[in-house]
């Protein structure tokens, strides 16, 4: 059944349960009704008897004949219809005289005026039952558009196995639908789905919020590539020129051969650099980074970096202030390559000499957290919201000579948000900067075992 169908079986519940509600109702009215009648009538017949001695604490009661049930239903309806004429409503007045009053002509009256209110009752149901069906179908108008919708979003997603039934005005939407997207095109992002037409506005609006993804990711891809290939030019060229010179004078000179070697072997080492860290972003972008989480301990892991730091640099003052365990569930290696890349940065940044702390702790909410704090340069505001862009360097000239790829942050961002943790940096220019990595902190429970935020 197509959504059209549905809409119209919905309607007909509609109508059903509101003709069965409509019908109680007119029950309860008559029957209400009729017990106000028949108080009403003992009333007037008391007051119009008893004048001022009338009082509420009177004996009432109603003598009513034998009704033979033997017959058929017919026969007992009317039993019991000759019955209630000749029924008596007897009630007592103050002074103990008795008062009884027939109740044939009031019977009549209000037989007769419950036959005119169910004749304007069922004349009343009749027309809703003509008519229901129509109003239940305007009601439910919106949610037939909001179906129509539905079914063509699902049929311009391919989700649709069974079309509906071909309405022209549908297939002329659909038509003008495919005509606007077939001329949108990825290279210009300013251009929008806009159809001016009401019924595909929320359409309209999903694919055009689609188009802003892809454009998104379009220019990402392309400032990537850019990106990349001006990374890779620059050793390519030297190293084209150092073997150009080598081919023209190396073979006899001793110094343009050890220059030219020294040369290569470093533009060699930068692109391998570059290229890993390509391979590995890549390999993240498409979930193929495999970890291996278990409880480990930041303290340990950055005394280890701490340690491989002293060994490699000697020229800067490393010093470690374990202020705990600082327990989390992570990967030991992506951890410790994050951790060095943030020490990396440091010595970079930091004139020689100067101070680098590593710190492993637990922070007021009780994450765990590993931190990187320098005594160098600092980073500025407009170097700050970009410093986890990809290939974004605040002195390129610099970062080029130390080997920095500009990919280090972005790595680093990649393995802690992949850890379920964030950064959090504070720098000032002249002072220095302080890179803190907020992890989930494993924690102990009642039994003794320890919880970790991610598994």
């Not at 304007?120 to 909001?146: C, H, K, N, W, Y």
């Not at 972003?281 to 278990?294: I, P, Q, S, V």
């Not at 002195?395 to 961002?413: F, H, K, Y």
């Amino acid at each position: 059944m197509n959504e059209t169908g549905r809409v119209t079986s919905t309607a007909r519940k509609i109508r059903r349960s509101w003709l069965w509600r409509l019908f109680w109702i007119f029950f309860r009215l008559n029957l209400v009704l009729l017990i106000l009648a028949a108080l009403g009538f003992c009333f007037y017949q008391e007051r119009l008897a008893l004048g001022g001695a009338w009082t509420p604490e009177l004996q009432r009661e109603l003598e009513i004949g034998y009704v033979d049930t033997t017959g058929g239903l017919r026969e007992t309806a009317e039993a019991a219809l000759d019955s209630l004429r000749d029924a008596s409503y007897v009630f007592y007045g103050p002074d103990g005289m008795r008062y009884a009053v027939v109740c044939g002509a009031y019977v009549d009256a209000v037989g007769a005026a419950a036959l005119v209110l169910l004749a304007v009752e069922l004349l009343f149901f009749l027309g809703q039952m003509i008519s229901g069906r129509r109003t239940a179908r305007r009601l439910l108008r919106p949610l037939d558009r909001m179906a129509r919708a539905a079914e063509l979003l699902g049929r311009s997603a391919g989700r649709v196995e069974t079309p509906p039934p071909p309405q022209e005005t549908d297939d002329e939407k659909l038509h003008d639908l495919e005509d606007a997207i077939g001329r949108i095109s990825p290279e210009h992002p300013e251009e929008k789905l806009d159809m001016g037409d009401a019924d595909l506005q929320g359409l309209e609006d999903a694919i055009n919020g689609l188009l802003s993804r892809m454009h998104e990711a379009y220019r990402q891809q392309a400032q990537f590539v850019s990106d990349a290939s001006h990374e890779l030019r620059t050793p390519i060229a030297v190293i084209q020129g150092y073997a150009g010179m080598l081919d023209r004078w190396g073979k006899q000179d001793e110094k343009v051969l050890d220059e030219s070697i020294a040369a290569i072997k470093s533009e060699a080492g930068y692109m391998s650099k570059l290229v890993e860290q390509l391979l590995f972003l890549a390999r993240g972008d498409t979930g193929r980074n495999r970890m291996e989480f278990k409880e480990i301990s930041l303290g340990e892991l950055m005394e280890e970096v701490c340690e491989d730091c002293r060994v490699i640099d000697k020229g800067h003052d490393y010093r470690l202030e374990r202020r705990s365990e600082a327990r989390c569930s992570g990967d030991w290696d992506m951890l410790k390559q994050c951790a060095r890349i943030l020490t990396d940065n440091a010595l970079k940044y930091t004139p020689e000499g100067g101070r680098i702390a590593l710190r492993a702790y637990e922070n007021a909410g009780g994450e765990a957290c590993l931190e990187v704090q320098d005594s160098g340069i600092g980073i500025s505001s407009e170097d700050m919201r970009h410093m986890f862009d990809r290939f974004y360097r605040s002195d390129p000239a610099r970062a080029r000579q130390s080997g920095g790829t500009g990919l280090g942050l972005a790595i680093a961002r990649w393995i802690v948000e992949r850890h379920g943790g964030h950064f959090e940096v504070l720098s000032r220019e002249g002072l220095g900067t302080r890179m803190t990595v907020c992890l989930p902190s494993c924690t102990p429970g009642a039994d003794g075992a320890r919880s970790c935020g991610i598994q």
